[in-house]
């Protein structure tokens, strides 16, 4: 339906109200006469309004007169009617080209970086660091090459684990996730708090810098402020300090794992399905044919049509792949899916735990539900869990 209205937008369409007694005839010889109408509404007994491209409009005024009916055109819609008052609007046409040049113009710079996802390291430090290196804002998008940004990045930074680098539009924008830095590593000349990295419950608080929240036995939430760099004066004045310290708290771990006792296993055969479509920004438009297969997996790839650096048009050419599977049925042993479902959930656990985290308990649950064996493993642990933010990121 998308698709047919985009058409009609395109080829250009009249919105025509006709007045008689013979409406009946006059639909029926249109259609008779290959006369394309749509969006018909009967309004009453002696009056409709229908939709009608500009070629069949001329036929049909014939029959119109022909059977001694009034018409009215109320709308002339679609491109061909625009283009055609816009060339009789020279200078708005002037002004809107222009417009558009300058659009092209400024849509070729890049006028912001955005830097997300830190927490430990000033965002002026690595501003200050891309433009040193000819990265900043002004700049064409084309002398910016999203690879070399993050190259620079990994290179000055090391303890950047992650880092993508996006032109989204006229910004820069740069997701950056950071791994845990040691106290020590983090500038001095920067104001610090120490907030808790996941919850817990307190066992030890070492305020070496700062002062100190908590105390032993409480619970504390993520995020939560520990050790506060924000420090009063006797006169009651709050001055700002680079907060330091060892928090310790009993924290808890937990996992679940499922997996069915009777499988079903897919097997592709190797027969594939495909279909085209389009894309314009997030919706799309599929050209829909019946898909052969009852079981199939889908897959989805994207091509741009209009690969332009100086701007984006989101038009994007899709194709739909359907690969036909087979299902089969297999049954497992319920001891060797508990003991798979253990070992995977406290693979989970371990990939969470640092280093010199010390272990006080373990718990394993199985519970069976159906045809569903569900796993849980819970651990608890004494770890440190203070870690340093800048005051004001």
């Given amino acids: ?116 996802g830190l927490e430990q390291t000033p965002k002026d430090k690595v501003l200050q660091y891309l433009e040193s290196n000819g990265i900043s804002s002004s700049k064409p998008k084309m002398s910016i090459s999203e690879e070399e940004v993050e190259l620079l990045l990994l290179n000055e930074f090391d303890y950047f684990s992650f880092i993508e680098v996006q032109k989204k539009g006229v910004k820069l924008v740069i997701e950056i996730k950071e791994e845990p830095l040691p106290p020590e590593m983090i500038d001095r000349e920067y104001p610090t708090n120490v907030i808790a990295e996941k919850k817990g419950v307190i066992t030890k608080v070492v305020a070496r810098n700062g002062d100190a929240l908590v105390k032993e036995g409480q619970i504390v939430n993520q995020g939560q402020v520990l050790i506060s760099g924000a420090m009063l004066t006797n006169e009651q004045e709050v001055y700002l300090v680079h907060a330091e310290g060892e928090v310790y708290a009993r924290t808890r771990y937990e996992a679940t794992v499922s997996e069915p006792i009777i499988k079903r296993v897919e097997k592709e055969t190797g027969r594939v399905f495909e279909q085209k479509g389009v894309k314009i920004n997030k919706r799309g438009i599929k050209f829909i044919k019946d898909i052969p297969f009852a079981n199939y997996k889908e897959y989805i790839r994207e091509e741009k049509i209009f690969d332009w650096s100086i701007i984006d048009i989101p038009l994007k050419l899709i194709t739909y792949e359907y690969r036909e599977i087979e299902v089969q049925e297999a049954r497992q042993n319920i001891e060797s899916v508990k003991q798979s479902n253990q070992l995977k959930a406290i693979e989970e656990i371990n990939e969470k735990l640092a280093d010199d985290v010390e272990i006080i308990a373990r718990d394993v649950k199985h519970e069976i539900d159906g045809n569903i064996v569900n796993t849980t493993v819970i651990v608890e642990a004494i770890e440190e869990i203070g870690k340093k933010v800048i005051i004001g990121d």
């Fill in 1 to 116: 339906m998308l698709a047919i209205k985009i058409w009609n937008y395109l080829k250009g369409y009249v919105i025509i109200r006709i007045e008689g007694l013979a409406l009946e005839r006059l639909l029926n010889l249109a259609l008779t006469n290959d006369i394309y109408l749509w969006d018909v509404k009967r309004l009453n007994h002696y009056q409709v309004e229908v939709c009608v491209s500009p070629k069949g409009l001329d036929n049909l005024l014939e029959l119109v007169k022909k059977l001694g009916c009034k018409e009215e055109i109320l709308e002339e819609k679609g491109l061909p009617f625009i283009l055609e008052r816009i060339k009789r609007r020279k200078p708005f046409v002037a002004g809107f080209m222009f417009f558009l040049f300058l659009i092209f113009f400024l849509s070729a710079f890049i006028w912001k970086i955005e830097v997300n």
